[in-house]
């Protein structure tokens, strides 16, 4: 990651100063008064959100850098989803070549995902877990977990 911010202002709730890394980051969390900011035109609306995350201890923070599949990644954003059973981190990872990823950490489990390029992609609404199957690459998958998440319960930190 390129330490020059993409792009930078000031946070029109409280003024602290605020920046972005990922050029496609649509959401920017002041990391002083945890106002949820949304990129518009040239500059920053304030969505009237606070952003507050539970503590959860995790070993990842902004900023952690790692490599995945030799290309080297930072971590610019965090959304804390929420559901029944407690929280879990999609950390928006931004590569060295400019691609975007997702980091899932739950407990001490890490699952990398990238968009790819698939003929007839299964529909989320029609995926079944124990059951529905997807061949890739030559690997054959079964979905072991389907969950429908709320954006309402979650939180955020970084630029996403
Ligand atoms: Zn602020």
């Not at 979905?143 to 979650?154: E, M």
Request: proline share 4%; net charge negative; glycine share 8%.
């Amino acid at each position: 990651m390129s330490q020059t911010p993409f792009f930078k202002t000031d946070c029109p709730s409280c003024g602290a100063p605020v920046e972005a890394h990922s050029a496609s980051a649509v959401t920017l969390v002041c990391g002083y008064c945890n106002s949820m900011l949304v990129r518009k035109d040239n500059g920053v609306v304030d969505s009237g959100r606070d952003s507050a995350l539970l503590e959860d201890f995790s070993p990842l923070q902004i900023g952690t850098s790692g490599t995945f599949v030799a290309q080297r990644f930072t971590l610019v954003g965090r959304l804390q989803v929420q559901y029944d059973d407690g929280a879990w981190n999609e950390w928006y990872a931004l590569f060295d070549d400019g691609r975007a990823g997702w980091l899932s950490e739950a407990g001490d489990l890490y699952v990398m995902t990238m968009p790819v390029e698939i003929d007839n992609p299964p529909k989320f609404e029609d995926t079944q877990a124990g059951f529905s199957e997807l061949t890739f690459q030559d690997k054959h998958y079964i979905a072991s977990d389907v969950r429908k998440i709320s954006l309402k319960r979650a939180a955020a930190q970084g630029e996403l």
